[in-house]
């Protein structure tokens, strides 16, 4: 996978591109655009900022349609994912469209649980992310 140096990232995310990426990811793109439309999300998606504008754009929707179950996608590809969704759970303003999505976040993790036994790990982090996320809601804002 090729490197992106944070200033470009950067300079991708302030032109609005990422949010842009969101509905090419509806689209069925090919294995190779999947995979640079997720390296891309990985990238940005540090800055919470950068965040907000991916769920307005509608991100979950995306990242939990069926593009990941597809045979032509490749591991690597979802391993990004999982980094994405892990980014997304860090920060507790995403907290309502994650629960929007929670049945099919599940799923995500279910289905590469048992067909990606490579990313068990990965989606053992999803599952431990999002129940803390959950946890800190009710502890806090109850």
């Not at 300079?11 to 655009?33: C, E, F, K, R, S």
């Not at 994405?84 to 860090?90: L, N, T």
Request: proline letters at 4%.
């Amino acid at each position: 996978m090729a490197q992106t140096a944070p200033k470009l990232a950067k300079a991708i995310a302030d032109a609005d591109a990422p949010a842009q990426l969101v509905h090419v990811g509806l689209h069925n793109p090919t294995p190779q655009t999947l995979h640079c439309i997720l390296a891309v999300f990985f990238h940005v998606s540090d800055d919470f900022s950068n965040q907000s504008r991916l769920v307005e754009e509608g991100i979950f929707k995306f990242l939990t349609s069926e593009w990941y179950k597809q045979p032509t996608t490749r591991e690597d590809t979802v391993k990004l994912a999982c980094g994405v969704f892990i980014k997304f759970f860090s920060n507790v303003r995403n907290s309502q469209a994650i629960s929007e999505f929670e049945k099919e976040i599940q799923e995500f993790i279910d289905y590469n649980n048992e067909h990606r036994p490579a990313l068990k790990q990965l989606c053992v982090a999803i599952q431990v992310s999002i129940n803390f996320l959950f946890f800190f809601i009710i502890l806090y804002y109850n």
